[in-house]
């Protein structure tokens, strides 16, 4: 160490984002951005771009306070220019913000994504699509002078129907990473955004060398109506179909009735099953005069889930039974009339239960005073006793039908057979996740812009942000999947599913020192932990 003294003139903690630096690079986000938005600023656009996705995946709001930041920090290293961090302010970002937006945010993001696709050889064949929303705190009066998204009330995917919101809506491929993302009004509807997709996906793909027919869509069940299936053409899609369908309950029931089941067993591949255990039926439905593939599946987990809504099917089954045995007459004078009241109450029943009936002969004594000698007079009466019980059969198919659902598709089987279609469908659950970063208080905290149109430009740097997150984890994975060995994950259990939220603790409080030549080094050797990740996370050479 003596021969090699090192002056420390700066020290610097840059933890994780050194990393995510690294795939911003690779991904050419700067460039492309610098590419896209001319502006004669001192800093370039594709530079505070990248600050704000660094800020994000940093967990602070991409806005707050972005030059006090990025003071402390390396930015030669982090942004690849050595600016000072007094040109991240306000008004700079402000207008990167307002210049985005006059391009095109959803423009970048695709444009980037191509970038992404290319590099980290990602299969696009199968897109899923998708929309949230996200609350707003604020009155946010439109102007309307720009045509920026609609701050207003809508459905609340949040469960806050008292604030304003915006809706989002993205495209992603590989299990989660964003290849397209826009922003809209608040008051959206989700039929109509698919509409619209329908209308535009073939282009899109096009950019990624995709044509039509080429991938599949993938999309809720808000997609599925006779509008928009119209719209698909030779596009193959992948869809819940709604249980508002009069198909939808018939062919469930059909399922459950005939019990002609394939079984699927446990998917291993379905990273989503958690163990369940699966079995399908499919046949042919018709909707608007065309006729589709239809699967229903059944899953044991799914039963579990829904145990709450069997439980309210039960009670509902229950007080109305209760209700029909409190019509019933159950005190008889003659036999006959009570045999055949037996007979009408065991064939009163509801839904899950039914009246069990029997007929039992009981004495009375007869009006009048007691006999000085003797017994009292007496007469014989029939008593119905009713009984209540659970119907194990319709008990059993509700249980059962309540583990179903139904997927409909245009793609034939000898591309996709149920197994392969339920693994297809169950990749949605990536976008799922995805809209979970996206709204992350610890990322996104409360938004509060003056102009709608800059929500539109912040809306960019999340979704860039989010392909980041998603492209690190989808390496790592890829790795583990190769190399048949995993990583230390939560509790000092190892994992094969590692997370970009474990890359971001693992390496905290990496310390950096660097001389008054600009040289640097580590001033803490690094963890044995921190190396295995490091390895995981490395990509081929720019």
Not at 210 to 226: H, I, K, Q
Not at 282 to 304: A, K, M, N, Q
Not at 520 to 539: T, Y
């Amino acid at each position: 160490m003596k021969a090699n003294r090192f002056t420390i003139a700066q020290v610097h903690t840059h933890n994780h984002l050194a990393i995510a630096a690294a795939y911003c690079r690779a991904i050419k986000v700067k460039e492309t951005v610098n590419r896209l938005v001319p502006s004669r600023m001192e800093v370039d656009p594709g530079t505070v771009v990248v600050a704000m996705l660094l800020d994000t995946l940093g967990g602070r709001s991409p806005l707050y306070r972005l030059a006090d930041t990025f003071e402390e920090k390396d930015l030669g290293l982090l942004l690849g220019s050595s600016i000072p961090a007094s040109s991240l302010n306000d008004t700079n970002v402000g207008r990167v913000l307002d210049a985005i937006f006059e391009f095109g945010a959803s423009k970048i993001i695709t444009e980037v994504a191509i970038e992404a696709v290319r590099f980290f050889d990602i299969d696009v064949s199968v897109v899923s699509y998708d929309t949230t929303s996200t609350s707003v705190w604020g009155q946010y009066i439109q102007s309307g002078k720009k045509g920026g998204p609609k701050l207003t009330y809508g459905h609340s995917k949040d469960n806050r129907p008292d604030l304003k919101q915006f809706m989002t809506e993205m495209l992603c491929v590989g299990r989660g990473v964003p290849i397209f993302g826009d922003t809209m009004d608040g008051n959206s509807s989700d039929k109509k955004r698919n509409n619209a997709m329908l209308s535009r996906i073939s282009s899109i793909m096009r950019r990624f060398g995709l044509g039509e027919g080429a991938f599949v869509y993938v999309a809720d069940s808000a997609m599925v109506s006779e509008e928009n299936l119209a719209l698909l053409g030779s596009t193959g899609f992948v869809s819940r179909l709604p249980a508002n369908f009069k198909a939808c309950k018939e062919v469930i029931d059909k399922a459950v009735s005939t019990q002609e089941w394939v079984p699927l067993g446990r998917p291993a591949e379905l990273e989503s099953s958690k163990g369940a255990t699966y079995k399908a039926r499919e046949e042919l439905v018709e909707i608007g005069g065309v006729s589709y593939r239809c699967v229903v599946y059944h899953s044991d987990s799914y039963d579990r889930r829904k145990q709450k809504a069997i439980e309210s099917e039960l009670k509902r089954s229950l007080d109305e039974i209760e209700a029909l045995r409190k019509t019933i007459e159950v005190k008889y004078y003659c036999r006959e009339d009570a045999i055949q009241a037996c007979l009408a109450a065991n064939r009163q029943h509801s839904a899950l239960h039914e009246i069990r009936a029997h007929v039992v002969q009981r004495q009375s004594y007869r009006r009048g005073r007691f006999p000085k000698e003797g017994p009292r007079a007496t007469r014989d009466y029939y008593e119905l006793e009713l009984k209540i019980q659970e119907r194990p059969e319709k008990l059993k198919q509700l249980k059962e039908r309540s583990g179903c659902f139904a997927i409909l598709t245009n793609v034939k089987e000898d591309k996709l057979d149920s197994r392969g279609l339920l693994k297809t469908y169950k990749g949605q659950y990536g976008i799922e996740s995805d809209f979970v970063f996206l709204k992350d208080p610890m990322i996104v905290n409360d938004l509060f812009l003056k102009k709608s149109e800059r929500i539109e430009a912040l809306g960019m740097i999340l979704v860039l942000a989010l392909m980041i997150y998603r492209l690190m984890e989808r390496q790592m994975r890829m790795y583990l999947a190769e190399e048949k060995t995993p990583l230390p994950g939560w509790a000092k259990r190892s994992t094969d599913r590692p997370t970009s939220f474990m890359v971001s603790t693992v390496f905290l409080e990496i310390l950096v020192g660097k001389d008054h030549r600009g040289k640097s080094c580590l001033l803490r050797p690094l963890e044995e932990r921190q190396h295995q990740f490091l390895r995981a996370l490395i990509f081929p050479p720019l």
